[in-house]
């Protein structure tokens, strides 16, 4: 650390470069009035704590000879009232085009009415001052000041309430608690709750800053989004303390991938009351070489965490073994089992329809259905509270989300109701740079399909209600929940419902991340997600085979007799052969279409055999010409064979690979720095091809060697598997000398961009999304189909991914068979077969 002399002279030379030489002799004077006022208003708390640079800012004010020519009447108008910045401003404008440059004079001059901002204001330029004594915060100390700065004017008007009253706090450590304990809160709730009648009206004056344009306000995403916007701005404010408490020099910031906590899920407990969080890492700023995807969840058994939240708390140890209870019991209930009692049974449901349908069917569904092309609603249609509450109910259950479904999205189509779905991971946007003859057309809208009498009955009932009569309609569901409960002796809730659709696909074999998709979870829910596209029909078949499901469970006896009645119609979707749209698609764009692969494999494929046709082992160029271009071939094979990520070493080495079994050991997360890692099988393509190339490599060894060649030494080392299965070569000319390149992730994407122009890991998004051909292949199409299917812990386990709470899908642990990984190794053959894929012989046989 620097000494305090030389602290000072960095403090004063900083207020000279931003002030002093920007500033005239009238101008400096009414700034130096707003200097006295910050140090004035410092809490005396924080005056011990930063001692070093309130003395260095009095002495420095002492210490400048300025003439007055304020009165003292206007000095202390000053002082009181702050500086008229506008004035200041136009004034200050002429001689100085730019003021980003001047960002502590425009910080100086803009003084709020509020003494919580200027509290705040004041705590943070002595933090920023502390920052100047550390040197090479240049960058963070601009940022602060602006962020301060926009707290004056209606920029950050709305993160005001969210920010501690720092007079309250007793040390610099205690706001810093305060700060991160507010990013953890839900923030959304806490707002809508402060201001339910102009909640939605004070979000969209903020545009963009708070919500994506087109977003519903009322849906999990955006609770999520504005949660974690808001989280972000308050990061703005830790960041200075944590730069305090470190008390070191800054660095020159690098963009690269790097990896946060964030909370992803919040499961409130009917019966206790208590909220339990998932914690998870995720990563973040990933390039197109990187091996994972921006906001992919990073997490294992070891690195996964939750959080519990009591809604009476009562001691520490007690409270400690209750939340071990309570997130045990979680676990058991991700499994979804048809036995949980935090389940919904189908006898409960048969129930609940009976219940609903009874009420609904009470409206004059006629007279509804006749005006539902009517601009203005029928003034003479009676319905009640009960009535909304029924709707909002079957609405929760055939959508599995715990808010409606907003009216304005809600269009009336041909034989049905269509609501929009929105699911956006990165790669959902293609780039200039990518082929466009590869990547899937995705600039479609898919949505969600209801019978045709619900979206009416919900146009009538649920239309334009305020926030304050859905929670009026939410409290009357609870109520006639608790009457049912009572009557039928069921013990239904709204999480119940809500989770009974997710629980009916799960057991359905439809694959998760389609049903992640449906109910709309962010997409750092699940691993899979960032890799995945989904077409319309998928969709469909799910919300058809649901809607079916419920309709048979309520009445026993179905038929083509029994689905003319009035019930069915609550039920019924278009008949597929209806809407012949089914291949529309969104999501991954990196879901390559079957057999857009041909061509560049045919490619290649004739390429090599072009180069067997003039391979000479004399001539060096030739054999790093076929070598290369093997390789190439090879690395596109093994990545679609395997789905290894794309890391320093891929594919790792020819010892991981078990030619006799086909058992391939994948460890490209930890990049062989740990024994652990995942076991897949491999097709019959990939692997007869490793054989051959074991065998050209045998071969070569032996003549090299008589020829004194230096290529020798190498493939010797890829066969003792010393270094990398994928080896490139480079030929010195002058020298005639063979060696092994340097292997980056730069370089690979480099000389793969020529053959294939996709990001390096696109063959994991072409698996994961593959269909066949417009549903995808980790998803039975019926109870009849579940046998031919795969579940999603095959393509987990295939992927390396963890489930939803950090646990691998094939361990010790785990109920996976390794003849499931087999049979997935047989449909990755036929996929290959289809692509053009064929086993070359590098040797006469």
């Known amino acids: 650390m620097a000494s305090k002399d030389s602290n000072s002279t960095n403090i004063k030379d900083w207020l000279k470069l931003n002030l002093l030489d920007f500033a005239n002799g009238h101008d400096l004077e009414i700034l130096l009035i707003e200097l006295k006022f910050l140090k004035d208003t410092l809490p005396e708390q924080f005056r011990s704590e930063l001692k070093d640079e309130y003395r260095t800012l009095s002495e420095w004010i002492k210490t400048l000879d300025v003439d007055s020519n304020l009165t003292k009447t206007h000095e202390l108008q000053i002082y009181e009232n702050g500086i008229a910045h506008k004035v200041f401003l136009e004034n200050i404008r002429k001689p100085h085009l730019h003021l980003k440059e001047l960002y502590l004079i425009t910080f100086l001059i803009h003084r709020a009415d509020s003494s919580k901002i200027n509290t705040i204001r004041a705590v943070y330029f002595f933090l920023c001052l502390r920052m100047v004594e550390l040197t090479d915060y240049d960058s963070r100390i601009e940022t602060t000041l602006d962020e301060c700065r926009f707290l004056t004017n209606k920029t950050r008007e709305f993160l005001v309430p969210f920010l501690p009253d720092v007079t309250q706090s007793k040390n610099l450590q205690d706001i810093k608690e305060r700060l991160i304990q507010t990013q953890e809160d839900d923030n959304y709730t806490r707002w809508l709750n402060r201001s339910p009648k102009t909640f939605e009206l004070e979000v969209r004056r903020y545009k963009n800053k708070l919500l994506s344009a087109g977003a519903s306000l009322f849906s999990s995403d955006a609770q999520f989004e504005i949660n974690e916007r808001i989280a972000k701005y308050l990061y703005e404010y830790i960041l200075p303390l944590e730069n305090y408490f470190k008390n070191d020099s800054g660095i020159t910031r690098v963009t690269t991938e790097t990896h946060k906590i964030i909370t992803i899920l919040q499961d409130k407990d009917d019966i206790t009351g208590n909220t339990v969080s998932d914690l998870t890492y995720i990563s973040e700023n990933t390039s197109e070489e990187n091996g994972f995807e921006d906001r992919e969840r990073q997490d294992d058994e070891e690195q996964s965490f939750e959080q519990v939240s009591f809604e009476q708390p009562t001691n520490y140890y007690l409270d400690k073994i209750r939340a071990e209870q309570q997130v045990n019991c979680r676990h058991q209930r991700t499994l979804s089992q048809v036995t949980d009692v935090n389940v919904a049974h189908a006898d409960e449901i048969q129930v609940l329809v009976k219940y609903l349908l009874r009420n609904l069917m009470s409206l004059d569904l006629r007279r509804i259905n006749d005006n539902e092309n009517s601009e203005k609603k029928p003034s003479n249609i009676e319905y009640d509270l009960d009535h909304q509450?029924?709707?909002?109910?079957?609405?929760?259950?055939?959508?599995?989300?715990?808010?409606?479904?907003?009216?304005?999205?809600?269009?009336?189509?041909?034989?049905?109701?269509?609501?929009?779905?929105?699911?956006?991971?990165?790669?959902?946007?293609?780039?200039?740079?990518?082929?466009?003859?590869?990547?899937?057309?995705?600039?479609?809208?898919?949505?969600?399909?209801?019978?045709?009498?619900?979206?009416?009955?919900?146009?009538?009932?649920?239309?334009?209600?305020?926030?304050?009569?859905?929670?009026?309609?939410?409290?009357?569901?609870?109520?006639?929940?608790?009457?049912?409960?009572?009557?039928?002796?069921?013990?239904?809730?709204?999480?119940?419902i809500k989770n009974y659709l997710e629980h009916f696909l799960i057991h359905s074999g439809r694959d998760h991340a389609l049903i992640n998709v449906l109910i709309s979870k962010p997409i750092h829910h699940s691993s899979a997600l960032p890799y995945f596209n989904v077409s319309q029909l998928d969709l469909f078949l799910c919300q058809d085979d649901f809607n079916e499901h419920l309709y048979e469970i309520t009445f026993d006896k179905v038929n083509d007799e029994s689905k003319k009645n009035q019930e069915y119609l609550f039920f019924k979707l278009p008949d597929d052969r209806e809407i012949n749209y089914w291949d529309k698609q969104i999501g991954s764009v990196l879901a390559v279409q079957e057999g857009r692969l041909t061509s560049i494999v045919s490619d290649l494929i004739t390429r090599i055999n072009s180069s067997l046709l003039d391979r000479n082992t004399l001539n060096s160029r030739s054999i790093v010409d076929l070598h290369n271009t093997f390789t190439d071939y090879l690395y596109i094979l093994l990545s679609v064979s395997s789905g290894y990520r794309p890391v320093r070493e891929p594919f790792g080495r020819l010892i991981d690979i078990d030619v006799r079994t086909k058992k391939y050991f994948i460890s490209d997360k930890e990049n062989r720095q740990h024994t652990r890692g995942r076991y897949i099988y491999l097709p019959d393509i990939a692997n007869h091809q490793i054989e051959q190339y074991i065998k050209y490599l045998k071969t070569n060894v032996f003549i090299l060697n008589n020829l004194d060649n230096s290529l020798c030494d190498i493939y010797s080392n890829i066969l003792a598997s010393n270094i990398g299965l994928i080896s490139y070569l480079k030929l010195d000319e002058k020298t005639n000398t063979i060696t092994e390149v340097s292997l980056t992730q730069t370089f690979i994407q480099e000389r793969l961009s020529r053959i294939l122009e996709l990001p390096s890991n696109w063959h994991r998004h072409f698996i994961r999304s593959y269909k066949s051909p417009e549903v995808g292949i980790f998803s039975a199409k019926s109870s009849s189909s579940l046998s031919d299917s795969f579940g999603h812990d095959v393509i987990g386990a295939w992927m390396g991914h963890a489930d939803e709470l950090g646990f691998d899908y094939y361990d010790k642990h785990s109920g996976l068979k390794g003849s499931e990984l087999r049979r997935f190794a047989y449909e990755l053959n036929k996929i290959l077969e289809y692509n053009g894929f064929k086993i070359i012989y590098l040797e006469n046989n």
């Open 389 to 496: 509450a029924s709707l909002y109910l079957l609405i929760v259950l055939l959508t599995g989300r715990p808010q409606l479904l907003i009216s304005e999205d809600l269009k009336k189509s041909y034989l049905c109701y269509r609501y929009p779905l929105e699911f956006t991971p990165t790669r959902s946007k293609a780039q200039e740079s990518w082929d466009s003859k590869l990547y899937a057309e995705n600039s479609s809208i898919l949505h969600l399909i209801y019978p045709t009498v619900i979206g009416d009955i919900h146009y009538y009932l649920l239309h334009d209600i305020s926030i304050k009569d859905l929670e009026e309609i939410r409290n009357k569901a609870n109520e006639n929940l608790k009457a049912l409960n009572k009557k039928s002796k069921t013990r239904l809730t709204i999480n119940k």
